[in-house]
């Protein structure tokens, strides 16, 4: 099994960062693909970036293009998301996935329990 949790997220003013980070434990997590996704009250969880397991490829969503960046540390088994220029739209709960290199929920086996961001007008 594989263990994620996240940290980081807060309350922060529009036009302010914050840096997500996601810890996993369990089997090997270097074959994993990575993604970040967001869920917003009412709303359906959505793809915000996903990064191959190797770190060679990304790929974001266009609502975040240019202003979010994903990176990962294999060797200490973290994920992270690098937030800028943060909008209020932006506002959601934040969850960690592992799995593959995928805009889809579906292709994700191991979530984390989510972290609050919010942003403040």
């Known amino acids: 099994q594989v263990q994620l949790v996240e940290s980081g997220g807060g309350l922060v003013q529009a036009g302010g960062s914050l840096r997500l980070s996601c810890a996993a434990s369990g089997r090997t997590f270097s074959t994993l693909g990575a993604g970040w996704f967001r869920q917003a009250p009412g709303k359906e969880r959505e793809f915000v970036a996903s990064i191959t397991w190797r770190a060679i490829s990304t790929f974001y969503a266009d609502s975040v293009k240019g202003r979010f960046t994903i990176s990962r540390d294999i060797a200490k088994n973290t994920v992270h998301l690098q937030m800028s220029s943060l909008k209020p739209e932006d506002t959601a709960v934040y969850y960690c996935?592992?799995?593959?290199?995928?805009?889809?929920?579906?292709?994700?086996?191991?979530w984390g329990q989510g972290t609050q961001v919010t942003v403040s007008s």
């Open positions: 996935a592992l799995g593959s290199y995928s805009s889809s929920p579906r292709g994700y086996d191991y």
